[in-house]
C-alpha cells in the first residue's frame, strides 16, 4: 500500500524574490509547488491530499513561523516543515527543532540541504498518510467483526489462552478456535503476533 | 564637565595638595603653640574634608595618617597646659580624624563606582548599538543574497536538463541580475547613511571630545596597566562634528593602543595621545603607543573591516573609525612610530568662519 499520489511543496515567505525562486528551483525537479507570501493565503488555500511538505521562514510580518508551527500543532494539521531563516538564530531553531521541524537551514541554504531537507519532509509525509490510511483499513474491518469475534479478539489481545477464553465466554473450545481463524481472514492478518499487534493499534489493550 | 577632567589629566592636582600641605602645617603649627586645652587638632577634620573632594582615597588616606600622626605630635610637643585636659583632646580629636576619613572615603568610593558603572554602560551601549547595526545590515544583504543563490541553482538545473529549458534558464538569469542590484542598493544606501548627512553635526572642541573618549576608555586602561600619556594644544579652533562619532573613534584607537601594548611588561605599556593644530585649516588628534607596531605593508589594510590579528574582535574597529572620520571630511592613517609602536593620526578640518556665522543662525 504506497502512496503514488504526486508530491506537492509548499513555500510560505514574505520575500518575493526567494518565492519565485523557490518555485523556479522546485519546478526544475518536476514538483509541485504552491507559494505564498503569508500563512494566512496558505490557510486559505484548499490544500490538495497529496504527500506535502512546508517551507516555512521564520521571520515575517503577520504571523512568524515558529507560532504558525504551534498553530498547526494546535489545529490538528500535520504536515512536516522545513525552516528557512536570514538569522541563525540557535534558540529558535533548537525550538522549532524541539516542535518536530524537519530542518532548519539558514540563509542563504546550500540548494542540496534544502533538497534533502524537502526529500526528508515528503517521505515522513508518505509514510504518515500511509499509516493513516492502514489504521482507517483496520478500523472499517474490525467494525465488521460480529460481536462474538470481538470477545474472542479482546481475550487474545490479552494472551488468554483458547481453553480460559472458551470459559470465559462460556462457549466451547471449538468454537473459539473457529472464531480466531475468521479474525485472522477478516483483519488479514498472517500470524498471532501480527493480531496482537493490530489489537494494540486498535486500543484493545 | 569636560574642563574638570582636563584640569585633572593635566595634571594640576598639584595646586591642591600644596594647599592641603599648607593647611596641616599650619594647624600643626597652632596645636603645638596653643595650650593642651585648645582642641586645635580638631581642625584637621575640615582638611580631611577638603581633600575628599579632590583626592583619590588613598590621597585622602595617606593625609589622614598624616593628620593622626601631627596630632600626636603636638600633643607630645606641648609644654603648657592641663595634663588631663590633653590626653582627652587628642583622643577626640585622633576619634574625630578617623571618622571623617572613613565617611568621606566611603562616599569617594561610592561616586567612583558610580563613575566606573556609567563609563562601562556607555561602553556596552555603543558596542551592543553596532552589533545591532551589523546584523540588520547582515540581513538586508542576506534577503537578496538567499533569493540570488536559489535562482543560481534554478538556472543550472533547467540549462542542466536533458532537454535545456532555455527560456526558464533566461528568466533565472534575469532574476540574478535583479537580486544582485537589489543587493548593491542596500550597500549604497548604507554607504549613504555613512555618510553622515543624517547626523546634525555640531561645533566641538576637539580637546573635550578626546577627554571624553579618554574618560570612556580610563577603565580598560586602568586593567590593563598602562601608562597613559595626554599633551593637548589648548585653544584649538573649533571642527564641526558628530559628539559620539568622534569619541568613538578615540575609543577605538585608545582600544587597540591598549591591546597592542599588552605584551610588554609592566611600567611600560605606554600610551600617548595627543592634539595639535596641523595645518591652518586641519587639526588632529594622535594615538601613539610603544607596542610591537605595524608590519609596513599592512598600514592600509588595516582599516579593512574584519582584517584583525586578534583572536577575538570582528576586526570592526578601525574599518568604522574610518568611516566616522571620512563622514567628518577627515583623513585617518597609521604610521610606523620611532623606536617601536604604532601611531595613529586623525585629521580634521577646522570650522570656517563662514559656516559658523551660518549655523548661528540656526535654532
Known amino acids: 500500500m504506497t502512496d503514488e499520489k504526486k508530491p ?5 515567505d514574505d520575500d ?12 526544475s525537479l518536476s514538483l509541485d509547488v504552491a507559494c505564498f507570501a503569508s500563512t494566512r493565503e496558505f490557510m486559505a488555500f484548499a490544500r490538495p ?38 538569522h541563525g538564530d ?21 540548494e542540496q540541504e534544502l533538497l534533502d531537507a524537502i526529500d526528508l519532509g515528503l517521505r515522513r509525509d508518505r509514510d504518515r498518510r500511509e499509516e493513516v490510511a492502514r489504521n482507517a483499513a483496520l478500523r472499517a474491518a474490525y467494525a465488521a467483526l460480529s460481536a462474538g469475534e470481538k470477545d474472542v479478539l479482546a481475550r487474545v489481545a490479552r494472551g488468554l489462552p483458547n481453553r480460559q477464553i472458551a470459559d470465559e465466554l462460556g462457549v466451547s473450545e471449538i468454537t473459539v478456535k473457529v472464531r480466531r481463524g475468521h479474525i485472522m481472514r477478516k483483519l488479514s492478518a498472517a500470524t498471532l503476533a501480527d493480531l496482537v499487534e493490530m489489537a494494540i493499534t486498535l486500543g484493545l489493550r | 564637565m569636560e574642563r574638570e577632567q582636563l584640569a585633572a589629566y593635566a595634571g594640576s592636582n598639584r595646586l591642591v ?5 599648607a593647611l596641616v602645617l599650619g594647624i600643626f603649627a597652632i596645636d603645638t603653640l596653643t595650650d593642651l586645652e585648645i582642641a586645635v587638632a580638631v581642625l584637621y577634620v575640615a582638611v580631611i574634608l577638603l581633600s575628599a573632594r579632590s583626592l583619590r582615597p588613598r590621597g585622602t588616606l595617606v593625609l589622614s595618617g598624616i593628620c593622626l600622626t601631627a596630632t600626636v605630635l603636638s600633643f607630645l610637643l606641648t609644654r603648657r597646659g592641663s595634663l588631663d585636659a590633653g590626653l582627652i583632646n587628642c583622643g577626640l580629636s585622633l576619634f574625630a580624624i578617623a571618622a571623617t576619613t572613613y565617611l568621606s572615603m566611603s562616599a569617594q568610593m561610592a561616586a567612583s563606582a558610580e563613575r566606573q558603572a556609567r563609563a562601562r554602560l ?15 545590515i547582515a540581513h538586508e544583504i542576506n534577503q537578496p543574497l538567499a533569493a540570488l543563490v536559489v535562482y543560481g541553482n534554478a538556472g543550472l538545473r533547467w540549462l542542466g536538463a536533458p532537454s535545456p529549458n532555455l527560456e526558464k534558464t533566461q528568466e533565472a538569469l534575469e532574476a540574478i541580475v535583479e537580486q544582485a542590484g537589489r543587493a548593491g542598493d542596500v550597500v549604497n544606501r548604507i554607504r549613504s547613511l555613512a555618510g553622515g548627512t543624517a547626523v546634525p553635526f555640531q561645533p566641538l572642541a576637539i580637546n573635550e571630545v578626546v577627554a571624553e573618549g579618554i574618560a570612556l576608555a580610563r577603565e580598560g586602561l586602568q586593567a590593563a596597566r598602562v601608562n597613559l600619556h595626554t599633551d593637548f594644544t589648548p585653544e584649538l579652533p573649533e571642527i564641526l562634528g558628530d559628539r559620539v562619532q568622534l569619541t568613538q573613534v578615540v575609543l577605538n584607537l585608545i582600544a587597540n593602543a591598549t591591546e597592542s601594548v599588552a605584551g610588554l611588561s609592566d611600567g611600560e605599556r605606554n600610551v600617548f595621545v595627543t592634539t595639535r593644530r596641523f595645518s591652518p585649516d586641519q587639526l588632529a588628534f594622535m594615538v601613539r603607543d610603544n607596542g610591537a607596531g605595524i608590519a609596513p605593508g ?11 590579528t586578534k583572536a577575538t574582535g570582528m576586526g570592526f574597529g578601525l574599518a568604522i573609525s574610518r568611516t566616522f572620520v571620512e563622514a567628518h571630511g577627515g583623513k585617518i592613517w597609521a604610521e610606523q612610530s620611532r623606536p617601536q609602536g604604532a601611531l595613529f593620526v586623525v585629521s580634521l578640518p ?13 535654532p
Do not use: H, W
Open chain 2, 122 to 136: 556607555a561602553g556596552v551601549t555603543r558596542a551592543a548599538a553596532i552589533g545591532e547595526l551589523g546584523a540588520s
Open chain 1, 8 to 12: 506537492m511543496v509548499f513555500v510560505i
Open chain 1, 16 to 27: 518575493k524574490a526567494l518565492r519565485d525562486g523557490l518555485q523556479l528551483l522546485l519546478e
Open chain 2, 17 to 21: 595638595v600644596l594647599l592641603l600641605a
Open chain 1, 90 to 110: 540557535i534558540p529558535i531553531s533548537v525550538r522549532a527543532m524541539k516542535a518536530g521541524a524537519i530542518e532548519f537551514l539558514s540563509k542563504p541554504f546550500r
Open chain 1, 49 to 86: 491530499d497529496v504527500p506535502s511538505c512546508l517551507v516555512l521562514d521564520v521571520r515575517m510580518p503577520v504571523q512568524n513561523g515558529l507560532d504558525f508551527q504551534q498553530q498547526l500543532a494546535r489545529d490538528g494539521i500535520d504536515i512536516p516543515i522545513v525552516f528557512i531563516s536570514g
Open chain 2, 298 to 308: 599592512k598600514l592600509d589594510q588595516v582599516f579593512d573591516a574584519f582584517y584583525t
Open chain 2, 350 to 362: 577646522v570650522v570656517s568662519p563662514n559656516e559658523s556665522e551660518t549655523r548661528r543662525d540656526e
